[in-house]
């Protein structure tokens, strides 16, 4: 727990810095629109230090539950962390809570059209338990083609099914869109990779010498 608090600590914060620096800008600019479109939003923090309190306070206590949740798989698996390998196992993460989400529901800002949050919330769960299966079938097993085969189909199954589409006129330029949806998968991978590395390294740093 030690080792997740401080990985995911450092990874939160570091993800905090470039999402002020790079994604909340444009999460204003689309605010701009979404409130020329006159949607209504109950409650939202105020500008300046209340909002960014809250975005880095989520951040970073998002990260201590990824950290801890890598870790734990890890050890479940039976593997010890080295840098190298939390590199790989930050990698197998964002593939599994980014990058293939965002194959059917791509990153979007404040304005755009979007599904039943209860479709999307459970689509997003399918697909990041079925990718992490996947994976494990394909990369950790190593018990022959029959189970990498069943491994592949695990990847392929939320996508076949498809994800919920929203309908619905968008208020946010596409160029804003496409742009937001970038940023946010940029810094997934960002966080993954410092989040895989800096686990590998406190874990190496803190095991018992026998």
Do not use: K
């Amino acid at each position: 727990m030690q080792t997740a608090l401080a990985a995911g600590a450092i990874a939160g914060t570091i993800l905090f810095v470039y999402q002020y620096l790079v994604v909340v800008p444009q999460i204003v600019a689309a605010e701009t629109y979404e409130s020329g479109g006159h949607q209504h939003v109950e409650w939202q923090p105020n500008e300046g230090l209340e909002r960014n309190f809250f975005t880095a306070a989520g951040t970073i206590l998002t990260g201590v539950a990824y950290a801890a949740l890598l870790l734990s798989t890890v050890a479940l698996c039976g593997f010890e962390l080295d840098l190298r390998r939390g590199l790989l196992w930050g990698l197998a993460g964002f593939v599994c809570f980014a990058v293939a989400p965002a194959v059917g529901l791509p990153p979007a800002p404040p304005g755009v059209p979007e599904s039943d949050v209860g479709a999307r919330q459970l689509w997003w769960v399918m697909t990041a338990g079925t990718t992490a299966a996947g994976l494990f079938l394909i990369f950790v097993t190593r018990r022959g083609w029959i189970l990498r085969t069943a491994g592949g189909l695990l990847l392929l199954l939320p996508h076949a099914i498809g994800a919920p589409q929203a309908t619905g006129p968008g208020v946010v330029p596409a160029h804003l869109v496409r742009s937001f949806a970038l940023a946010s998968i940029a810094g997934n991978g960002l966080f993954w990779l410092i989040l895989g590395a800096a686990a590998g390294f406190l874990s190496r740093r803190t095991r018992p010498v026998s």
